[in-house]
């Protein structure tokens, strides 16, 4: 008589599990106190669950704890990819508001610039302020851009060309209008 290995657990079953004993929010919460600066820990567990769901089938452990100790792991790597994403924005931002002329060196003008740059820059779509952060920080060409965002060279320049007149049109709307 052989002895087959035992079955893994479902993952259902052990999410649900450790969510209803309260160790996942336990974990996670531990683990987003190092990470609090970069999202609110709402955004971080529904990220990480959303994640853990999604790789459901790569789990290949057998107990509660490896369970846990895979999801630390996917947290972990969500936070880090948050941060980094964090200071590339910050980096933009700032790069764009050294850009502007300076009318006043006063430090709460420089922090109105800084908002006027944040509030141009949420008006473009994601993969406009990619091909701004590939060209001007990073010094990508068109070509690379393009491999980048699965697009062509001339996707990608028509893309920067779209983002820059964006900029532009945005910049000269009146402040009432922010």
Known sequence: MTVSPPLPPDVRQLLQETIDSGVLDRQLRGQHGQWRQVLD????????L????????????????????WVRRIGWSMAVDALREKQRQHKLVTGLASMLPKFHSLPEDRLETRDFVQWLLAGLSARERKVLILK?????????????????????AQLHYRAIAKLRLAAKKPKEGR
């Open 41 to 48: 820990f709402g955004e971080f567990r529904d990220r990480v």
């Open 50 to 69: 959303e994640r853990v769901w999604e790789r459901r089938l790569d789990f290949q452990g057998n107990t509660p704890q490896e369970f846990l100790a």
């Open 136 to 156: 001007y920080f990073h010094g990508q060409t068109n070509d690379q851009i393009g491999q980048a965002l699965q697009t062509t060279r001339e996707g990608a």
